[in-house]
């Protein structure tokens, strides 16, 4: 039994989305992806599947938000990669306060992958500029949500509602 859990962790998902396209609407360029925060926390505090089934799942949602460039499943097999990685890092002693930072790090970079070598394979441009900004803002955010992340799903595994 699952309890309040993966339900959760979807609703996380939804909202890390709806924050990524609300920064987006409001003409930020490089927007620091919330899915992959969300998915190296759940990864980090429950292990390998979860990361890669949560990752799948935000990778669904990631392609199918607009605006939607990459073909059908390319991001969800990105994000299903960045979490089974991600949960390798899993730790039943917890980690230190900087392990989030190249864990997150690590799961941004495996998800743009794909659409890069898509961008270079079809001769379109790639703003390395932005992507660099946005490994930053992710890292950066990722130090602080992904152990708020990580201590909710502790909570409800405490509580026993999970």
Do not use: K, N
């Amino acid at each position: 039994m699952t309890g309040l859990r993966w339900p959760l962790r979807l609703l996380l998902l939804a909202a890390a989305l709806l924050g990524v396209l609300a920064l987006g609407a409001r003409g930020v360029l490089a927007a620091p992806d919330l899915v992959v925060i969300v998915v190296v926390g759940c990864a980090l505090a429950a292990g390998s599947s979860t990361g890669a089934l949560l990752g799948l799942a935000g990778g669904w949602l990631v392609d199918l938000a607009p605006p939607v460039a990459d073909p059908l499943g390319v991001s969800a097999l990105g994000y299903a990669a960045a979490g089974w990685v991600a949960g390798t890092g899993h730790r039943r002693a917890g980690h230190t306060w900087w392990w989030p930072v190249p864990v997150v790090v690590l799961a941004f970079a495996i998800t743009r992958v794909a659409p890069v070598v898509l961008d270079l394979a079809s001769a379109r441009p790639v703003a390395w500029g932005a992507l660099a900004w946005q490994v930053l803002a992710t890292a950066t955010l990722g130090l602080v949500l992904v152990g708020l992340v990580e201590r909710l799903e502790a909570g409800l595994v405490r509580r026993r509602w999970a």
